[in-house]
């Protein structure tokens, strides 16, 4: 085995290591809790990228489109996060909610890494591409202020889910490749506070004598396994044989996560709790089309549509161990999600002739599956309208990453940084006939991001 070789397999170690150590909260909402943004380049282009799925994040968005990656290449982005929820009550009062400041902090990450087989020395393998990834597809964290008027019914709430993703993916021939893996999905002790939680103050009267004003909290974690697998079709290719038009379809199970944790009072333990969050299946569909694809230029438009089945979620009742039971109905339906979004590359221009260049733009339609009901400020959502745009900037050798340091720097090919913006703009949702009548009322909500990613291709 080469010495090239040892590198790249300390460069998976060293990946390995790091899944120890980073802390990746998340805050951003698409429809429900579920998150969409897991790297800037997608990002940028509104996520519509499950067709293209042509850098390491396709271990997310499409682990079909590995195959289409060569050597070892590392991805790792973050997102800076700020926004505000906005009540005005049927009663008078107005609340004001958010993040928990201007920008959430620490601020979300993900990270994957990909290595076609040959690049780790199994010649025989030449198909074959493996990869792990740590992401935040379900998470949500909002804060309102303790002396609120729905303070009796949450003050914050926080959702710090990660899913491990150990991948692969298999090229069967020129047109047809499938990819699947694992998603373990569950908690750490060094990511937020290592657990779900609920915190609200104790309403007057309430059931159980807790002094009214009392800080409660209901907290729980648990690990759960669940599956993706997908298949990439490409039926045409020009001369060079990188894609023309590709489609894509994506399978993602959604597991049950039964919590279990602590029902405190003003920070003492009352009794152990336990509820039940079951995630939904989820099918995406995407076709990306390049009317544009030489060695100069290449311009790319796709267009994704997911389908996140979200009707097995019925309730989030809390059973504690004394046999009291607090009923949460949540009774959520369905909800479409159309993505689209477009990429243009100049390829080595004059003026940086060691460096691709792209320009992103995209466009996110998303239904809520929450009904007026069951709506309640732990998932102030509605559908929503998002609109984003950003650039991407990959440097080969032997250019010069940020004019320092070259490019082809501990045997990398490639260095490269994404950025993006985007904002979510969510319908004002009028919510009546809520089961708790404190929540009746306009709800608005509005999220602004930035999204950057570091990758390096080996």
């Known amino acids: 085995m080469t010495t090239l070789i040892y590198c790249r397999l300390v460069v998976f170690c060293l990946f390995l290591g790091l899944l120890n150590t980073f802390t990746i909260p998340q805050t951003i909402h698409a429809e429900g809790f579920r998150i969409l943004d897991h790297s800037a380049s997608a990002t940028g282009q509104g996520a519509a990228f499950t067709a293209q799925a042509d850098d390491a994040s396709a271990l997310h968005y499409n682990p079909a489109g590995m195959t289409q990656l060569k050597g070892i290449q590392f991805y790792a982005g973050t997102l800076l996060i700020g ?18 400041g201007t920008i959430a902090n620490p601020p979300p990450s993900t990270l994957f890494l990909t290595a076609n087989l040959p690049a780790l020395g199994f010649d025989n393998l030449q198909n074959w591409t493996v990869g792990i990834g ?61 657990q779900a939680e609920l915190q609200q103050n ?39 044989g990188h894609p023309l038009v590709n489609l894509a379809f994506v399978y993602r199970n959604g597991p049950n996560l039964d919590l279990k944790g602590d029902f405190l009072a003003g920070g003492t333990r009352l009794a152990g709790a336990a509820t039940n969050i079951e995630l939904p299946d989820i099918y995406t569909w995407a ?132 950025l993006a913006y985007q904002a979510l703009l969510y319908d004002e949702r009028n919510v009546q006939n809520n089961q708790q009548p404190l929540l009746n009322g306009k709800w608005d909500t509005t999220l602004h991001v930035g999204a950057v990613s570091l990758r390096m291709n080996f």
């Open 83 to 100: 926004g505000t929820v906005r009540f005005k009550s049927d009663l008078g009062p107005n609340v004001k909610g958010g993040v928990g």
């Open 134 to 194: 740590v992401t935040t597809p379900y998470a949500l964290k909002v804060e309102y202020p303790d002396d609120s008027l729905i303070s009796p019914i949450l003050t914050s709430a926080s959702l710090p889910l990660i899913d491990i993703k150990p991948t692969l993916a298999y090229k069967v021939n020129d047109y047809i490749a499938v990819g699947g893996g694992l998603d373990i999905y569950t908690f750490a002790s060094f990511i937020g506070e290592g």
């Open 202 to 240: 104790a309403a007057p009267g309430n059931a159980f004598g807790i002094p009214a004003g009392t800080g409660l909290e209901a907290n729980g974690s648990d690990t759960a396994l669940g599956f993706n697998a997908s298949v990439l079709w490409t039926p045409f290719r020009n001369q060079d």
């Open 287 to 418: 076709i990306a089309a390049w009317p544009i694809r030489n060695a100069q230029h290449e311009w790319k438009v796709e267009v994704d549509l997911d389908y996140a089945d979200w009707s097995g979620f019925k309730d989030l009742n809390l059973q504690l161990s004394n046999g009291a039971a607090i009923q949460n109905p949540r009774d959520y339906g369905d909800a479409w999600v159309l993505m689209v979004g477009t990429e243009f590359k100049a390829l080595s221009p004059s003026a940086l002739p060691h460096w691709d260049v792209a320009f992103r733009t995209g466009y996110v339609r998303s239904e809520s599956p929450i009904p007026d009901r069951t709506f309640e400020p732990a998932v102030p959502d509605s559908d929503f309208n998002a609109f984003s745009a950003g650039m991407g900037f990959l440097c080969h050798g032997p250019g010069k990453f940020l004019g320092i340091l070259p490019c082809d720097i501990f045997g990398a090919k490639a260095i490269g940084v994404d």
